[in-house]
């Protein structure tokens, strides 16, 4: 069976990054296909995903002729394929893990919007501004509130909510985050970013030259 992960650049691609993490905690073999999504060829590259997959983005799997597009579809479709499911068994527990997926798919209500995916990578990063720090600060009470539920996990054992929330905790690690008030959170993103897959994308990811955006310095 061909099956096949289309990734985009691993420092400047996080959506991807939440499929292919599902995949890989899941013990799922697939082929990594990596498309270059920096300027310029990103338009380029793109159309040849449209091709195949009508958004025209990454991530795309590609699963003995069955396309599945999104990384939230394709997630939820790693975690019915592994032998555990990466969501919890129990109804409630699972509605409200399935509300974390679609906060952080929505965009986390707009946080930190200039403190990209990319710039978690740059040598040097700037100060959090002030409304950055008081978003980055509900994400983290919103957080401890999961933990505070039993952990260590955000929904008891390690789920798809855990895994789409490492693109966003990379991002306010690289920026200076203050946990000091939530031990448990500064404990879970440890394990989190620890975590082997995790570990290994991020140190591909850190030996790319740097996606530069121009308005990160703006704040």
């Not at 905690?25 to 270059?36: N, S, T």
């Not at 990384?71 to 699972?94: F, Q, W």
């Not at 600060?137 to 919103?142: G, K, S």
């Not at 909510?161 to 966003?168: I, N, S, W």
Request: with cysteine.
């Amino acid at each position: 069976m061909a099956r096949i992960l289309y990734v985009g650049t691993k420092n400047a691609s996080s959506w991807a990054l939440r499929a292919w993490l599902a995949l890989r905690e899941q013990g799922i073999a697939f082929e990594e296909r990596m498309v270059d999504i920096r300027q310029p060829l990103r338009a380029g590259e793109l159309a040849k995903v449209g091709a195949f997959s009508p958004p025209a983005a990454v991530p795309v799997l590609v699963d003995d002729g069955l396309v599945v597009f999104d990384s939230l579809a394709i997630m939820e479709y790693a975690s019915e394929l592994g032998e555990r499911p990466l969501l919890p068994a129990d109804i409630r527990r699972r509605a409200r893990a399935r509300s974390l997926l679609a906060w952080v798919h929505a965009g986390l209500s707009g946080l930190c919007g200039r403190l990209s995916f990319e710039s978690s990578f740059y040598p040097e990063r700037r100060a959090m501004t002030a409304t950055e720090q008081r978003e980055a600060a509900r994400i983290v009470a919103a957080c401890d509130a999961e933990l505070a539920q039993g952990g260590p996990w955000l929904a008891g054992e390690l789920s798809l909510a855990d895994l789409a929330f490492v693109p966003v905790m990379r991002r306010l690690q690289a920026h200076a985050v203050d946990t000091s008030a939530h031990p448990r959170v500064a404990d879970w993103m440890q394990r989190l970013m620890a975590r082997p897959a995790v570990a290994e994308w991020m140190s591909e990811a850190q030996a790319l030259p740097p996606v530069w955006l121009e308005d990160y310095r703006d704040g």
